[in-house]
């Protein structure tokens, strides 16, 4: 019996073990490899969670072909919708797929250790500086630079996603209600979840006709 299958597309040779898990030969290697690729992208990555987006997606679909586009793109609307910050959220989820609850626990212990530890570094050197205007404009900058890569993620999110005017009517629509009236994200995402599922179902029942009467010509 062959062991090939449709997750072969998974670089190194990936095999689906039935599980949803991708077998990539060494369930150890692979759990390093998670720790140290989400541990850099802790690491080096600035911004938090959002500004942390496309370097996830280039991570997981790019360059280690654990997931495809569409499945990076279902993974950021899963994780955005639960609570959480969405990059442990995100890491938690890929680990989950590539190698179980112990790539979960790899690659979110990666991705959340840098920043446990600097920011304790953090917090006590600020305490020995106190007020700083050299840090305060660092900080400022900062500030600014996180707001145009947040920016790029909306972007980059958008040409993926929004290719119908349902599409643009919900993101308009949540725009809307959250930046002007103020409502909650909690209840945006539901009532987004809910828009959907009306839509699917409504597109199902409008393909049923057309598909009984291929079946009864045949």
């Known amino acids: 019996m062959s062991m090939k299958n449709g997750t072969d597309k998974h670089k190194g040779g990936g095999r689906d073990t039935g599980e949803g898990v991708v077998d990539h030969g060494g369930t150890g290697r692979l759990m390093g490899k998670l720790f140290w690729e989400f541990l850099k992208l802790g690491l080096f990555t600035i911004?938090?969670?959002m500004a942390m987006i496309p370097q996830m997606q280039r991570l997981a679909s790019e360059d280690n072909r654990w997931l495809s586009r569409e499945e990076v793109v279902?993974?950021?609307a899963l994780s955005q919708s639960l609570p959480g910050i969405i990059a442990i959220n995100m890491a938690t989820y890929i680990g989950r797929r590539i190698c179980?609850?112990?790539g979960a626990v790899?690659?979110?212990t990666g991705v959340v250790l840098p920043s446990f530890v600097i920011i304790l570094a953090a917090v006590l050197a600020l305490g020995q500086?106190?007020?700083n205007p050299w840090l305060?404009?660092?900080f400022l900058g900062v500030k600014a630079a996180v707001c145009g890569l947040i920016l790029v993620t909306a972007v980059r999110l958008g040409r993926q996603i929004l290719r119908s005017p349902f599409h643009w009517v919900l993101m308009i629509g949540s725009l809307i209600a959250i930046g002007f009236l103020?409502?909650?994200?909690v209840w945006v995402v539901l009532a987004g979840a809910l828009?959907?599922?009306?839509?699917?179902?409504?597109?199902t029942r409008e393909e049923k006709p057309g598909q009984t009467g291929e079946g009864g010509e045949r």
Do not use: E, Q, Y
């Open 47 to 49: 911004g938090g969670g």
């Open 74 to 76: 279902d993974c950021i």
């Open 100 to 102: 179980g609850v112990r």
């Open 106 to 108: 790899a690659a979110t």
């Open 129 to 131: 500086i106190g007020d």
């Open 136 to 138: 305060a404009g660092a």
């Open 182 to 185: 103020g409502i909650n994200a």
């Open 195 to 203: 828009a959907g599922i009306f839509r699917c179902l409504i597109v």
